[in-house]
């Protein structure tokens, strides 16, 4: 059974950056897609990246459009989500997730999770 | 807010069958394979449900999913105190390109 560790998270002001990162053991890392998820303080779960496992294809949330990159590197077996322009509505506990399905992302399914790195946006 | 629709609570005695609904539309439900996963307070989600009625090894046979349309439901039979945790039904979004969660359903065991 895998496993995902995801680390980096902490305070930061408003407008600052911050990159998380998620260590994958236990699986072919280099052959699966992989995801960042979010939950907000008192709210649900919000998906908000996806990166094939080549790094040919990137999907982000609208949330998130434009400020967040994600990026992978195979040979570590790590994933990052480098965050900039953060905002108070940033602040969530930032989940690490494989997707596992066929070459159509849209079969995945999200079987392997981390638990979690909090982040914290405030003045 | 969500383009996945689910009821904020549901709740049953134990050993009783309750039902989570998931509504949709033709961009994500109606076109895509539905996912539930269960989520307890500081701990990582867990897979209950892919592809629409699959349950993963491991997952008891009191979960069950189903889908018609553009809506999905999963059903907790046998309830245990220890089903007590938030659900989420989730989908691809043709629209969105990307992945949409639901708001989640809280299920109490009474």
């Known amino acids: 059974e895998g496993q995902l560790a995801e680390s980096g998270g902490g305070l930061v002001q408003p407008g600052g950056s911050l990159k998380l990162s998620c260590g994958a053991s236990?699986?072919?890392?280099?052959?699966?897609?992989m995801n960042w998820v979010r939950q907000a303080p008192g709210k649900g779960l919000e998906w908000i990246s996806y990166?094939?496992?080549?790094?040919?294809?990137?999907y982000y949330a609208d949330s998130v459009q434009g400020r967040f990159t994600i990026s992978r590197d195979n040979a570590k077996n790590s994933l990052y989500l480098q965050m900039n322009s953060l905002r108070a509505d940033d602040t969530a506990v930032y989940f690490c997730?494989?997707?596992?399905?066929?070459?159509?992302?849209?079969?995945?399914?999200?079987?392997?999770w981390g638990q979690g790195t909090l982040v914290t946006v405030s003045s | 807010q969500s383009v996945l629709t689910q009821p904020p609570s549901a709740s049953g005695t134990p050993g009783q069958r309750v039902t989570i609904s998931c509504s949709g539309s033709?961009?994500?439900?109606?076109?895509?394979?539905v996912n539930w996963y269960q989520h307890l307070p500081g701990r990582a989600p867990k897979l209950l449900i892919y592809?629409?009625?699959q349950r993963p090894s491991g997952v008891p046979a009191r979960f069950s999913g189903s889908k018609s349309g553009t809506s999905a439901s999963l059903a907790i039979s046998g309830l245990q105190s220890d089903d007590e945790a938030d659900y989420y039904c989730?989908?691809?979004?043709?629209?969105?390109?990307?992945?949409?969660f639901g708001p989640g359903t809280k299920v109490t065991v009474l």
């Open positions: 997730a494989r997707g596992l399905g066929n070459t159509n992302y849209r079969t995945h399914r999200f079987d392997i």
């Open positions: 033709s961009s994500n439900v109606g076109n895509n394979v």
């Open positions: 989730a989908s691809a979004d043709d629209t969105l390109n990307g992945y949409v």
């Open positions: 592809s629409d009625d």
């Open positions: 236990g699986f072919f890392f280099s052959l699966q897609s």
């Open positions: 990166i094939s496992s080549r790094s040919t294809a990137e």
